[in-house]
């Protein structure tokens, strides 16, 4: 007969954070359910086990006692890329992928885009409420005060080529902080973690800024602090010869939507970067700096930038069919489209698509816009993206208005991380403050050979492997004459 053994997990007892544990717990038919605990029967043993049910989760934990014998590990769960996994408690952002929700703090994003300013957003983030007038007023101090970087930091950047990509530069520069401020690794202390706080918000446009300058070799321009964060930014960016320089309003506030817009998304690939990395408890210039290099990758952060570039090999509507044929047939993705979470429009491309109306009356309209929105329609109408629930993410529309708005294509994963650090740095200050958090290490199931003797060299048998071939490879173009044409291109080495 089949014998049952109580779980218990510890933790089980932990408050309940999230809105789903407050609600009494249903069924799918929405009647109520007894016990919220899941009874698992091993087959191999006959066992059965009950496991706690917290917040619509089971702890993989409490998955481990459940063995054949004495000599087993015990269970484990699989889940590569996290698909179904929750890796903490968190309140800070909610979404509901189904419905296209989007949160921060309770908030709606809808709501903070219309009324909210990024430095308002930030705050909102960091500390879980919005400000009064005298705490703004404060914080907003605090980061202006931090706004400037060592002068040492212009030659840094200055030894990056300059055809450097600027995400590269901003990536290498905000990990360099970590030297410029080795204070920042007292990460217990409160008072430090509030100060790296307002550093990373306050810098990051600034080294975002001079990567661009150097990229353009033009003279870099220091922060003025009269202007609003969003207009400091376009100072740093575009000031020229003129005294003292003056933001059209209409830019202003863009910018200013897309940071709100930008600023938190809970556990994306970045945030998580910033959590892993940050739970070996380094300085939160290291762990940014990690966080970033995620958010670089063409599926994360990187999309607007290769949505543009999809755009323009488009080129015209009628070439669309022919594009969609070939994402369909898996000849590349339909860069700007689909999600982990949304299966829904992006709450985010809706309002990014109204605020790219509103640019294009200043700027004229970018022409991109136009294959966009065609694109779209006849997406939104195939089987293939119906039936994955594929819709706009936050990338689709907004390179469109960066680029009318006069960024090069480079800066877009830039214009992402500058507002993504408030959500990185409420993302550690969460973690670091979790008494249930430890340092991120996942298992792993073992697919290669067990104990096996060393060969000496001369007795080894010969094998292929995937490095002679790479080899062979490389060594082709590493010998391959340097071009010395005026290409972009033409200063890189091979060494
Ligand atoms: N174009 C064509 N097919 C797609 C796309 C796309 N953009 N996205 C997903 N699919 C297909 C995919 O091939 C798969 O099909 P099948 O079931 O037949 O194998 C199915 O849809 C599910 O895709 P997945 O790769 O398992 O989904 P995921 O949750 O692992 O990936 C994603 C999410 C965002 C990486 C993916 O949708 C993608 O690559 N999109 C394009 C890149 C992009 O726009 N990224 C920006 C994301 S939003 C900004 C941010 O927060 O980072």
Not at 194 to 212: D, H, N, S, V
Request: hydrophobic share 40%; aromatic share 10%.
């Amino acid at each position: 007969m089949a014998t049952r053994t109580p779980i218990r997990s510890k933790k089980a007892a932990a408050k309940p954070a999230s809105r789903a544990a407050a609600k009494t717990p249903t069924s799918k038919n929405g009647a109520s359910v007894k016990a919220a605990s899941l009874t698992v029967t091993d087959n191999r043993t006959g066992k059965s086990y009950d496991i706690p049910i917290n917040d619509g989760t089971v702890r993989a934990m409490d998955f481990r006692q459940i063995r054949v014998d004495s000599d087993d590990f015990g269970l484990m769960t699989y889940d590569p890329a996290f698909t179904n996994t929750a890796s903490c408690r968190s309140a800070i952002t909610y979404i509901d992928g189904e419905k296209g929700i989007l949160e921060y703090r309770g908030y709606p994003i809808e709501q903070l885009a219309e009324k909210s300013t990024y430095l308002e957003t930030a705050y909102l983030l960091v500390y879980g409420e919005l400000p009064d007038a005298t705490q703004l007023d404060q914080w907003t101090r605090d980061i202006k005060y931090s706004t400037m970087v060592h002068e040492n930091i212009k030659k840094f950047i200055d030894g990056f080529n300059y055809d450097s990509h600027p995400m590269g530069m901003l990536i290498g520069t905000v990990g360099a902080f970590s030297t410029y401020y080795p204070d920042a690794k007292h990460i217990d202390d409160p008072a430090s973690r509030e100060l790296q706080t307002w550093r990373l918000i306050a810098k990051m446009p600034t080294i975002a800024a001079f990567a661009y300058r150097h990229s353009r070799g033009l003279p870099f321009v220091y922060p003025d602090n009269d202007l609003s964060f969003a207009g400091n930014f376009l100072n740093m960016l575009w000031k020229m010869s003129e005294a003292k320089y003056k933001p059209d309003p209409v830019l202003e506030r863009a910018i200013e939507v897309l940071f709100i817009l930008h600023a938190d998304h809970e556990q994306n690939c970045s945030a998580n970067a910033m959590r892993a990395v940050g739970s070996s408890r380094p300085d939160p210039f290291s762990a940014t700096a990690a966080a970033a290099a995620a958010l670089y990758g063409p599926l994360h952060g990187g999309a607007n930038e290769e949505v543009l570039l999809m755009l323009e090999k488009i080129g015209d509507k009628k070439r669309i069919p022919e594009f969609i044929k070939k994402f369909k047939a898996g000849e590349g993705r339909l860069m700007g489209f689909g999600h982990r979470v949304y299966k829904n429009y992006d709450p985010r491309a809706k309002i990014i698509k109204r605020t790219a109306e509103e640019v294009f009356d200043l700027t004229g309209r970018n022409p991109l816009i136009d294959i966009a929105m065609e694109l779209e329609r006849i997406a939104l109408e195939d089987e293939y993206f119906i039936s994955r629930k594929l819709y706009p993410n936050v990338d689709f529309y907004s390179g469109i208005i960066y680029q009318a708005l006069g960024f090069p294509v480079e800066m877009f994963p830039v214009l992402f991380a500058i507002p993504r650090t408030a959500g990185w740095i409420a993302q550690w200050r969460e973690m670091i403050t979790d008494p249930e958090q430890k340092i991120a290490r996942p298992r792993q199931i073992y697919t290669g050979n067990r104990t096996r003797k060393y060969t000496p060299i001369g007795r080894r048998p010969r094998h292929d492997s995937a490095h002679d071939e790479a080899n062979h490879q490389h060594r082709a173009v590493r010998l391959a004459p340097m071009p010395f044409a005026s290409g972009k291109r033409a200063a890189r080495t091979r060494f």
